[in-house]
């Protein structure tokens, strides 16, 4: 199991939450989403063998949300 770690802009409610919850859900091999709104922080762990992060970028745009890019820190953040 690969977790991965990281920031979405514009998770302002618990809609936002809850659409970008089911948009990374339908990916095939995601065990588990966490968002913490209002910092947007979003932890999703997932099979590597079934599922990348590349795909879990994809989800995010497409349910209409941003990745907020990764400042130059110690990066255990998420960003």
């Known amino acids: 199991m690969q977790i991965d770690i990281f ?3 514009a ?6 939450a809850a659409t ?9 091999g995601v065990a588990a989403v966490d968002i913490s709104h209002p910092e ?3 932890t999703v762990k997932y ?6 992060r590349a795909s879990i970028d994809l989800a ?3 349910a209409g949300f941003m990745l907020v ?11």
Do not use: E, F, W, Y
Request: with cysteine; proline share 2%.
């Open 7 to 9: 920031k979405v802009q």
């Open 11 to 16: 998770i302002h409610a618990g809609a936002s």
């Open 20 to 28: 970008l919850t089911a948009a990374l859900q339908a990916i095939d």
């Open 40 to 42: 947007g922080r979003t």
């Open 47 to 52: 099979d590597d063998t079934l599922a990348s």
């Open 60 to 62: 995010v745009a497409a």
């Open 69 to 79: 890019p990764k400042a130059s820190c110690c990066g255990g953040c998420g960003g």
